[in-house]
């Protein structure tokens, strides 16, 4: 070293970033050296034979590359924790009181009667589910007051389990996301959420309408897609429908099938993105996947709300739906399945289709086994016939099947959120274990068909959980009848 600069201030200066230069560089380097060609030798080279100008440069581009990554890259979504509703037991309907019920409005004919009777037999509803006290008054009501009383029980009372479930308070929340098809009054139930529970001033909320019995899968996807752009948040998703605006009473056969169904019910969900989060967090969302066949007028039109003849609003179900529901099903699951099925399974798919475009039609497609890809499986609940069909086009077997099957007997269609009861079932029964993979599978309006894949970070302990099923689950599972026959008194 020369002695004249020995104590010069600016050489002491350059030497010292030069060091913290070189410092950042190696620390990269070696960060660095598993996923590319950077060797320490090609540091130590760049020691020897680099200027600072050129050492500075490279190391602090390697810190905006490392803060890039970091800052663009896939944030994790978990479920902290999720509330089913369950109504008061005062709202307890059975099949046989539904029916009085509608004959005591006077507004169905004897046809219509007995056509709804015939449905409600098989239709795999149990006599516990819940239906609005205005659909119990006399008259029925069905004004925007009574439905807003409905809704407002069933959102409110769940977000507040959730939030007592979770720790949290509404201030934290900066997402809101709700769904609610048929009934969307101004202000929205976005609004009124904000309004009741005293949410944040600059909360992101959203309300999503008229998208069916898949928007729940949907409210949860807007909510990811959020949550990877607003770093440490947390989204709370409610999931609901409204009966009492549901309800349809005339004449009309394709308007008449929801009121053997649909019954109250809804769910809260809430999300988070801080990392902190997972040890406390009981799943993961893996995959969404959402498929809409709306682009073709038949699947467009099987589910359409409309005027009837004598000017009625209800909700049309097309002859074809089942066939619909069906080809969007195919069309969710092809390209999901290659996320998430083994090669093996992957492998006689191909085999399958090959044998069947180039030699002959005579071979059978080949039905992947998802049971292989997942533990738990769960299937809106939309009627006996729709999960007779599911189970059959996935070949499913009856364990496989109860949650689904259960939720229908005891709550009914709850629309989108018939997901979430399913799920409770399954935590209910503790067959919920760390690592286990849930598969939730929605159809809606539009057509749609939407799929949510989960990750339990846990085991779940029935013991410790609160949920609708809990205070009954040892009663379950029924014995399905086939058939149920309901007293011709009743109409």
Known sequence: MNPENEHDPQNN???????????????????????????????????????????????????????????????????????????????????????????????????????????????????????????????????????????????????????????????????????????????????????????????LSYNLGGMGCSAGVIAIDVAKQLLQVHPRTYALVVSAENVTKDSYLGNNRAMLLSNTLFRVGGAAILLSNHPSDHHRSKYELVHTLR??????????????????????????????LMAVAGEALKANISTLAPLVLPWSELLLVVTSSVARKFFTKKVKPYIPNFKLAFEHFCIHAGGKAVLDELQKSLNLGEWQMEPSRMTLYRFGNTSSSSLWYELAYSEAKGRINNGDRVWQIGFGSGFKCNSMVWKALKNIHPLVEKNPWMDEIHDFPVILPKHEPLSSSTI
């Open 13 to 203: 200066f350059k030497f010292k970033l030069k060091a913290l230069n070189l410092l950042f560089l190696a620390f990269f380097a070696i960060l660095l050296d598993p996923f590319c060609t950077f060797s320490i030798h090609d540091l130590v080279q760049i020691i020897r034979h680099e200027n600072l100008k050129t050492i500075t440069i490279s190391s602090f581009s390697l810190i905006f590359l490392a803060t890039l990554y970091f800052r663009k890259r896939r944030r994790k979504v978990y479920l902290l924790n999720f509330a089913c509703y369950k109504p008061k037991p005062d709202q307890i309907c059975s099949k046989e009181r539904i029916m009085k019920i509608f004959a005591g409005t006077g507004k169905f004919t004897e046809a219509s009667l007995s056509f709804q009777k015939k449905i409600m037999e098989k239709s795999g509803v149990g006599d516990k589910t819940y239906v609005p006290r205005a659909m119990m008054a006399v008259p029925v009501e069905k004004g925007i007051a009574a439905a807003k009383k409905e809704t407002e029980e069933v959102i409110f009372g769940a977000i507040e389990e959730v939030l007592e479930k979770s720790g949290m308070k509404s201030k934290d929340i900066g997402i809101l996301v709700v769904n609610s098809s048929v009934f969307n009054p101004v202000p929205s139930w976005s609004d009124m959420i904000v309004n009741r529970f005293k949410v944040r001033h600059d909360v």
């Open 291 to 320: 498929t809409h066949e709306g682009a073709n007028d038949a699947s467009y039109k099987c589910v359409h709300e409309e005027e009837d003849e004598q000017g009625t609003i209800g909700i049309a179900l097309s002859k074809n």
